[in-house]
């Protein structure tokens, strides 16, 4: 198992494991409990027949559900590139010699980042009076908000990178620019990609904000779904379950970017099993 | 400026709303977080392995969808407290916010158990201390310390994701807002900015409250 546990336990003897048998029946007894009776409430509340499902087996169905998902990928795609760059020109604004760049540039990331998103995306669209749409208010709310978390990350990472590479990069007369372009930041995405993801996955989860704001994203079909055939359980459970595969797909790509960017160029293919082998092992 | 004046107590109000929810929550998700981190290092593999789900699930999904299943889904599960419409909000949303933020709150403890060395365990064993008491003066007072920091921005991410709420019938800092415009379509701008310190205020001082605890609580290693 994982490192808590083998801090927390020594090997269990024959008592001990006699105990964990019956914590373990215990433990499980208590879940069952809990889940049955949320079973047995939706029973009751005749959320669980045939006819309350079948609607999605509907081509209509499925394709109000794909409509929406669209929508969504379709917000968290332009955000989640415009995030992207609006976090390295922060990130570089933090980085800069140049006070009248760097002090702006601090002031925008802490301000954004202590606001909620909901908050930017109401300023944005009722501030410019309806003039920016909805969709372009929770596109750039969405914008604003993650690029300056990304700022931070970008810069961390940047500040992570061990400063003999930047002593290094300097001895060989290379310019700020230049030790930027080619030392540090190929090393700090390196480093920061599993978070980068992660920020991505923050991303398309507060793009269903979109739901408050009146864009038809895939929470709002599985709401009017959910109106129309009476399975406003079933449907939730649904969109819930589209969102977890496609977060769940992320952090797996995540995962697989972060063991492959690990590689050195030129490491001996042996080393690199190794390697995989001892990530896996701890992995869990 | 006289948008905001002439709408304090719209603005006091929503701010006392803001707080309430994120004081239930915080109790809430740090109650129901512990016993989630509790779970997943349990002595049993099926315990671990709901806590485990449930974590992977609740955390990938929108904080908007878990309120809408609270929130459109309690009243038809029979979830109620009955009479006032405004508590029934309230208690939803203090439970939407609770069983989303427990997961990060889980992951954070479970993150400062994992940084304690095992050395020091088993060095406590070896002297002889009880599973209870390692844990109780070996283990949790280094981990607690380790904790701080993370706990503190789930908490402060917290605060600022209470606004979900009021798009689920309740009155905080954003309805408080929403209404201020409704009642001053002059004066936007000035609003805006208004709810923006009053957030501001709410996370600034919750980092500050968290920088002086973890000061507080640090030592060398």
Not at chain 1, 172 to 181: E, I, P, V, Y
Not at chain 2, 43 to 48: D, G, L, Q
Not at chain 2, 79 to 87: F, M, N, T, W
Not at chain 2, 162 to 171: H, K, L, P, Q, V
Request: proline residues 4%; charged residues 15%; aromatic residues 6%.
């Amino acid at each position: 198992m994982s490192a808590p546990t083998s801090v927390l336990y020594d090997l269990p003897g024959p008592r001990a494991l006699r105990r964990n048998r019956l914590i373990g029946v215990l433990g499980v007894l208590a879940v069952l409990g809990v889940l049955g009776l949320l079973l047995q409430r939706m029973a009751a509340a005749g959320q669980l027949t045939a006819a309350r499902w079948t609607p999605f087996l509907y081509t209509d169905i499925q394709n109000a559900l794909l409509d929406g998902l669209l929508a969504t990928l379709r917000v968290a795609v332009i955000g989640g590139a415009l995030a992207l760059v609006l976090g390295v020109v922060l990130a570089a604004g933090q980085l800069s010699d140049h006070r009248v760049l760097r002090w702006p540039s601090v002031a925008v990331v802490q301000l954004l980042r202590g606001l909620p998103l909901l908050l930017l995306i109401f300023a944005l669209f009722l501030g410019s009076g309806g003039a920016i749409s909805v969709f372009w208010s929770l596109v750039l709310g969405l914008v604003l908000y993650n690029g300056s978390v990304l700022a931070e990350v970008f810069r961390a990472g940047v500040l992570a990178v061990p400063s003999g590479q930047w002593e290094a990069a300097s001895a060989l007369g290379l310019r700020k620019t230049a030790t930027m372009r080619f030392v540090l930041v190929p090393q700090a995405v390196r480093s920061m990609l599993p978070v980068i993801v992660a920020q991505l996955v923050v991303l398309l989860k507060d793009s269903a904000l979109g739901f408050i704001v009146g864009y038809a994203e895939l929470l709002r079909q599985g709401r009017i779904i959910g109106a129309t055939y009476f399975n406003v359980i079933p449907s939730l459970i649904v969109v819930a379950a589209i969102y977890i595969a496609i977060n769940l797909l992320l952090g797996w790509l995540a995962t697989r970017l972060e063991r492959r960017s690990r590689r050195v160029p030129g490491q001996r293919a042996t080393e690199r099993a190794e390697e995989d082998v001892a990530s896996s092992a701890t992995g869990g | 400026m006289d948008a905001v004046l002439d709408n304090l107590g719209l603005f006091a109000d929503g701010l006392a709303g803001t707080l309430t929810l994120f004081a239930w929550s915080a109790v809430g998700s740090t109650v129901l977080g512990t016993l989630l981190a509790v779970m997943r290092v349990a002595p049993s593999s099926a315990v671990r392995a709901f806590a485990t789900t449930y974590v992977l699930g609740v955390r990938n999904t929108p904080l908007t969808v878990v309120f809408a299943f609270v929130v459109f889904g309690g009243p038809i599960l029979g979830l109620a407290v009955g009479g006032d419409v405004e508590l029934q909000y309230r208690v939803f949303a203090v439970i939407a916010l609770t069983l989303y933020t427990s997961c990060f709150v889980c992951e954070a403890l479970r993150g400062g158990i994992a940084t304690v060395p095992v050395g020091q365990a088993e060095a406590a064993r070896s002297l002889g201390l009880t599973f209870g008491q390692s844990l109780r003066h070996v283990v949790l007072p280094q981990a607690g310390r380790t904790v701080v920091p993370p706990l503190g921005s789930v908490l402060i991410a917290m605060a600022k994701n209470t606004s979900i709420a009021a798009a689920f019938g309740n009155r905080e800092l954003i309805s408080a807002m929403r209404t201020g415009i409704e009642n001053r379509g002059d004066a936007v701008v000035a609003v805006l900015v208004a709810t923006a310190i009053a957030y501001l205020l709410v996370t600034l001082g919750l980092s500050l409250v968290f920088s002086l605890v973890e000061r507080k609580v640090a030592i060398a290693r």
